[in-house]
């Protein structure tokens, strides 16, 4: 069982920059690749980035590519997401979740936190 807990959402104008952070119970962490995802209200849950078990490779959706970092602690158990040059439309609710494979679907993810907001100002 692991479980996790986001933080670092809020408020920024559009340009700026935000750290989302996700803390993970349990011994296993290193044993999960950690994902990020996020939900606008009215659209599906999309994945936005994916680190794996070392941290040694990282996955992003396009949208964010150049514009985001996923980043893990493991003697932390703690997983980040780095957010630069934010946009409008990166507007949501951001998730934090672990799996035991590499994976970019939601149904590919065994944990979940309960979200963070970030909202961006235009």
């Known amino acids: 069982q692991v479980q996790l807990v986001e933080s670092g959402g809020g408020l920024v104008q559009a340009g700026g920059s935000l750290r989302l952070s996700c803390a993970a119970s349990?011994?296993?962490?290193?044993?999960?690749?950690m994902g990020w995802f996020r939900q606008a209200p009215g659209k599906e849950r999309e994945f936005v980035a994916l680190?794996?078990?070392?941290?040694?490779?990282?996955y992003y959706a396009d949208s964010v590519k150049g514009r985001f970092t996923i980043s893990r602690d493991n003697a932390k158990n703690t997983v980040y997401l780095q957010m630069n040059s934010l946009k409008f439309e990166d507007t949501a609710v951001y998730y934090c979740a672990a799996s035991t494979g590499l994976a970019n679907l939601p149904s590919g993810f065994d944990y979940w936190g309960q979200g963070t907001q970030v909202t961006v100002s235009s």
């Open positions: 680190i794996s078990w070392s941290g040694r490779r990282t």
């Open positions: 349990g011994r296993t962490f290193s044993s999960y690749a």
